[in-house]
């Protein structure tokens, strides 16, 4: 029987046979109005009360108290775990940046690349995430990273980490907020060879009311392949579907 690692989103982990199976690199894409966030913390949340060990990589933060303090507004206090160091968060540009001793040395220079006045490396980049310990971790805006970085090195990058990440046993999930590329979505997905796929939709009614839905489009090691659209709700308890 395959191990797998729950989401603890109800409705979705029965859909797909308990849980997301381990050694699986995967996608969530995200419509410009669906809670993309929102569903990779309440996964992270639901894990690191498991007792694994997590990273959320990021770089819309300013810092990692801001992440905290949006978590625990959703009723999930992750600043234990930050304590007892099963939790990470981990900014992409601070971690690629190159030190003032690196510039001087040049030994990172061949694809140094200027992002918002900061001179990161993909090189350290792949190197610190290739790295990285953790059962379970977040990708969050790779689309924004995509943006910012060259295409061959992006999917250089991606490709270290998710095969890294298929050998070490753990699962990695990459948060992808559709609006922000410019190319087919699905394209990125078949570049990133993704064994997991979920998309997030957002509709509204005729009369303004929104409606959220969901669907599995690819899973590993689960009888299915494409679903219809699952509606779902936010509530205190985070995501529900009905």
Excluded at 50 to 73: I, P, V
Excluded at 131 to 151: H, Q, V
Excluded at 163 to 184: H, S
Excluded at 199 to 205: A, I, N, V
Aim: aromatic share 8%; glycine share 10%.
């Amino acid at each position: 029987m395959m191990d797998r690692i729950p989401t603890g989103i109800e409705g979705l982990d029965r859909l797909i046979e308990g849980g997301i199976p381990k050694a699986t690199s995967g996608i969530v894409i995200a419509d410009r109005r669906s809670p993309g966030g929102i569903f990779g913390q309440q996964i992270l949340w639901n894990n690191l009360k498991r007792g694994l060990r997590c990273t959320y990589f990021h770089t819309r933060y300013a810092s990692e108290r801001e992440l905290l303090d949006e978590m625990a507004g959703n009723g999930w206090d992750a600043t234990p775990f930050v304590e007892k160091t099963n939790f990470r968060v981990t900014d992409y540009i601070a971690l690629a940046e190159l030190t003032p001793e690196e510039q001087q040395r040049g030994e990172l220079s061949q694809d140094v690349k200027e992002v918002e006045g900061r001179f990161i490396s993909v090189q350290k980049l792949t190197k610190l995430t290739s790295k990285a310990d953790y059962d379970f971790a977040i990708y969050d805006d790779i689309d924004l990273l995509l943006r910012r970085l060259d295409k061959p090195q992006f999917f250089d990058w991606a490709g270290t980490v998710a095969k890294l990440q298929k050998e070490r046993g753990g699962l990695a999930l990459a948060l992808v907020y559709q609006q922000n590329l410019p190319d087919d979505v699905m394209s990125l997905v078949d570049r990133l060879g993704s064994d997991c796929t979920i998309e997030l939709q957002t509709s509204e009614t005729p009369d303004g009311m929104l409606q959220h839905f969901f669907r599995v489009t690819r899973m590993k090691g689960t009888q299915i392949s494409r679903h219809g659209w699952v509606p779902y709700v936010m509530g205190k308890e985070g995501i529900t579907a009905i």
